[in-house]
């Protein structure tokens, strides 16, 4: 069974950073992309940033220079380093992660909350 499970949201101040992980079981090296997809209240899921198993990144233009993501492809492990953070973060952040045989898998999600 596939498990993608998130770490490391919680609440801080405006211009704080965080650290998100997400590691991901089950799947083994047949892990592809994996990716950050915020869903602000009220808003739908957008994508944050991804990357590919071999390090190619996009980001949102909105968090270009502010966050970082990266991977350990043997422990199947995403990061989202979010540094200078405002308001406008403020949400739920899901890791994905896809299969290079089709499926997605998705994590339970975890809160972010920037107080201004």
């Known amino acids: 069974q596939v498990q993608l499970v998130e770490s490391g949201g919680g609440l801080v101040q405006a211009g704080g950073s965080l650290r998100l992980s997400c590691v991901a079981s089950?799947?083994?090296?047949?892990?592809?992309?994996m990716g950050w997809y915020l869903q602000a209240p009220g808003k739908q899921r957008e994508l944050v940033a991804r990357?590919?198993?071999?390090?190619?990144?996009r980001y949102a233009d909105s968090v270009k220079g502010r966050f970082t993501i990266s991977r350990d492809n043997v422990r199947n492990t995403v990061y989202l380093q979010m540094n200078y953070l405002k308001p406008e973060d403020t949400g739920v952040y899901y890791c994905?992660?896809?299969?290079?045989?089709?499926?997605?898998?998705w994590g339970q999600g975890t809160q972010v909350t920037v107080s201004s």
């Open positions: 990357t590919t198993r071999g390090g190619v990144l």
């Open positions: 994905k992660g896809d299969s290079i045989y089709g499926p997605v898998y």
């Open positions: 089950g799947i083994g090296s047949s892990l592809g992309t």
